[in-house]
């Protein structure tokens, strides 16, 4: 079955820190992943793509199809990260996104 | 990017009503999207609305509950029908855009309660 798992519903870290936010995929061909935030008060958005293979507000997210994971990470949280971020995986071929439940990023000052 | 407005942005409506949301885009469209996002889970696609075709319903959602109307390539409606506490959710409209239709541009989404 396809699905998206992001293990951890809340994650706080402390200004300066590295962050990684988990997300595990279960999908039986090449997927296609993204990483959607929603700030505070504000719509979903895409933040990164793993084709573009960018960094993105200082996130990365490699693909690792070995342990079919595509971690959102940052070497240095800053405050305005703070959001609910989301994983999704795009069915190739189709327009179907498949969305993981999201992870609540904290950075505490 | 893509501007997409939704109304109501919020409403709080009795059980075995029904409630329409509408979605406009500020340009046209081929293909857009109805989700549904309940308390604690992730967004769930509901069904794709075409111009001038009938929607296309995901598993689990069927075109009696949630109606679509697709009238032209800047609007859409979804119709919550019958509605009960269980309906309770975030719902949210969303198209592509890019060249290559990978990234989906969303609206701000209509929370609605059902009492």
């Known amino acids: 079955a396809q699905r998206v798992t992001q293990p951890e519903k809340l994650l706080s870290v402390f200004k300066g820190a590295p962050v990684e936010l988990k997300c595990n995929y279960s999908y039986s061909g090449s997927p296609e992943l993204f990483w959607y935030v929603q700030y505070s008060r504000q719509r979903l958005q895409l933040l990164l793509r793993?084709?573009s293979r960018e960094s993105i507000k200082g996130f990365t997210a490699d693909l690792n199809k070995g342990e079919t994971s595509f971690h959102l990470k940052k070497p240095f949280a800053q405050e305005e990260d703070s959001a609910m971020y989301y994983c999704?995986?795009?069915?190739?071929?189709?327009?179907?996104?498949?969305f993981g439940t999201g992870t609540r990023l904290k950075v505490l000052a | 990017s893509a501007v997409i407005s939704q109304k109501p942005s919020r409403d709080i409506c009795q059980r075995g009503t029904s409630l329409t949301i509408q979605c406009q885009v500020d340009s046209q469209v081929t293909m857009m999207f109805w989700y549904r996002q309940q308390p604690g889970q992730s967004l769930t696609l509901i069904a794709t609305?075409?111009?001038?075709?009938?929607?296309?319903?995901e598993s689990g959602f069927v075109i009696d509950k949630f109606p679509i109307s697709r009238p032209n390539l800047t609007f859409s409606t979804l119709t919550v029908s019958n509605m009960s506490p269980e309906d309770s959710s975030i719902y949210l409209c969303s198209l592509n855009r890019d060249t290559n239709q990978e990234t989906q541009y969303f609206g701000p989404g209509t929370r609605l309660l059902v009492l």
């Open positions: 999704a995986l795009k069915v190739p071929g189709t327009y179907k996104y498949i």
């Open positions: 793993h084709i």
């Open positions: 609305a075409n111009q001038g075709s009938e929607a296309t319903y």
